[in-house]
């Protein structure tokens, strides 16, 4: 292993950046993605019975950066020379680029709060990153190749020198061209997912902050981005404060909001301004939030990811999530993994969704773990009315390639505690049914055809929901708000009889 270069002379100070939650709970027991393993012997660090996700997670060192590092400090030097001694370079999942990434970022900020590499990993650091250098993924873009940038500058700036330099200038090229692709316009991240949103606000959070800490002027466009980005994160956070779950999407993998913003302001970022009651519109990333006394919802209107990089994305157009009270309500299902398997498909699928599924068919034709075939399109958006009352009203393409070419739209009308929804197939077809998941920690209440129900919320607030047009039926389904995670849930399911159906949800 070649020694590293020398460290760069740091010329301001590091800024306390977003803590983890704890992973590490002995020498060599972990808990990630709600599942815990512990590290018997070498081959752990590719077992193959192990989920491939969790295996990287092992490889990321996130545990150096949680809220008791500093308690740890004996065991994390103890892991970071197994990882070097049990890990040759090229050999398994830790020296693939996304955990090279992740990695060199954790134990650099590692570093920066207080303690020290020694000399052996130091050498393993600058290794890690010449094999990433040649292994960049610009076949994988998105939140990969950003990682592979960010690390890159992180270990650029850590070390001097001209190999130093050329990783500075490898990462910063990237960056350049990354940044205005993945933040869109209106500040939300290409792929419509609001958990990747966080993962990439963070990345530019720590970008910023180690540019200052080796007293380098940031980049004018990252200030404008990081501020473009914290507005979207706070249109698409529910009351309790944390992100709706639209696309692949959950809690726990991405810091919070509030942790986010704590990070923001400490490197002097202004707070968000508050939200005017009516709709926001987030054209770029296909977003409306609306916003009443009490009632916040949230409609996915959008494409459903960039055309080259649909891998985190659901068959959901349409979809929406509604709090009331403070409390959610009406909830998107979830992401529980990843990999190829058939929960993976389902939980990408529209009937996981609150939206319309026609001839028994998804939206989009989700397949695999990260593809996509034929793509809904959206259309037509319109947003009309003032705070009092605001109609809403989409449709998309997605079902015109089945026989009879059927259109599905959607339109939310908003009044003073209440919504309606109707929603309409134009053309030809077979069956036709949307669904409604309610959370899984609600008691539903209704009479036998459930075209007439009430939820019971924990604040004694109460929803109703009354079907105007079309059948309902109560179905048992699941809810992921974590990786790892499967609550039971209940759905109300509202089948065509005609080319509408039409619902009233009121509260009080």
Not at 19 to 38: A, G
């Amino acid at each position: 292993m070649a020694p590293a270069p020398e460290l760069r002379i740091v010329k301001g100070n590091w800024t306390k950046p977003c803590e983890k939650p704890p992973s590490l709970f002995s020498p060599y027991s972990f808990k990630f993605l709600n599942v815990k393993h512990e590290l018997k012997s070498l081959n752990d660090w590719n077992n193959p019975r192990w989920e491939k996700l969790w295996l990287y997670n092992l490889h990321y060192f996130d545990d150096l950066q949680a809220c008791d590092a500093e308690n740890k400090k004996a065991l994390h030097l103890d892991l970071i020379g197994k990882w070097i001694q049990e890990n040759p370079p090229g050999m398994g999942n830790g020296w693939e680029p996304y955990p090279i990434s992740l990695r060199i970022v954790n134990w650099i900020k590692w570093v920066f709060a207080g303690n020290e590499l020694p000399e052996k990993a130091g050498n393993s650091l600058a290794t890690q990153a010449r094999y990433l250098r040649k292994k960049l993924e610009y076949h994988l873009p998105g939140n990969h190749l950003f990682a592979n940038a960010k690390a890159l500058v992180f270990t650029g700036l850590f070390l001097k020198g001209l190999e130093a330099e050329e990783w500075l200038s490898t990462g910063l090229r990237i960056l350049k061209k990354q940044i205005p692709e993945q933040i869109l316009a209106d500040g939300g991240h290409f792929e419509r997912s609001p958990m990747y949103h966080s993962i990439i606000l963070e990345d530019m959070l720590d970008l910023i902050n180690i540019v200052q800490t080796y007293g380098y002027q940031d980049p004018a466009e990252w200030n404008k981005a990081v501020k473009k980005m914290l507005r979207w994160l706070n249109v698409m956070c529910h009351p309790d404060g944390q992100i709706a779950l639209f696309n692949d999407a959950a809690f726990g993998i991405a810091c919070p909001p509030d942790e986010l913003n704590s990070y923001a302001k400490r490197l002097d970022f202004k707070d968000t301004d508050q939200l005017p009651d009516g709709a926001i519109t987030l054209d770029k990333t296909g977003y409306v939030r609306y916003q009443s006394n009490s009632a916040v919802a949230f409609l996915d209107v959008g494409e459903i990811g960039p055309d080259y990089l649909p891998g985190h994305a659901h068959a959901d157009t349409l979809n929406f999530e509604l709090s009331i009270f403070g409390q959610r309500v009406i909830i998107d299902s979830g992401t529980s993994c990843y990999g190829t398997g058939s929960e993976r498909l389902r939980q990408r699928g529209t009937p996981a969704h609150n939206t319309v599924a026609i001839n028994d068919q998804d939206s989009s034709e989700v397949w695999g773990g990260f593809r996509v075939a034929r793509r809904a399109k959206p259309y037509g958006l319109e947003v009309r009315g003032k705070t009092e009352e605001v109609k809403i009203v989409c449709s998309h393409d997605g079902y015109r390639r089945l026989s009879g070419q059927p259109v599905h739209s959607r339109e939310w009308l908003f009044k003073k505690n209440e919504l309606r929804i109707k929603d309409t197939v134009n053309g030809q077809f077979k069956n036709a049914a949307g669904r409604i998941h309610f959370h899984s920690g609600l008691k539903v209440i209704f009479n036998n055809s459930a075209s007439n129900g009430k939820l019971n919320l924990p604040s004694g607030h109460i929803m109703n929901w009354a079907i105007k047009k079309g059948g309902g039926k109560i179905l048992s389904t699941t809810y992921h708000p974590e990786f790892g995670m499967s609550q039971d849930n209940k759905c109300l399911e509202i089948s065509f009889s005609g080319p509408e159906t039409e619902i009233l949800l009121s509260w009080q």
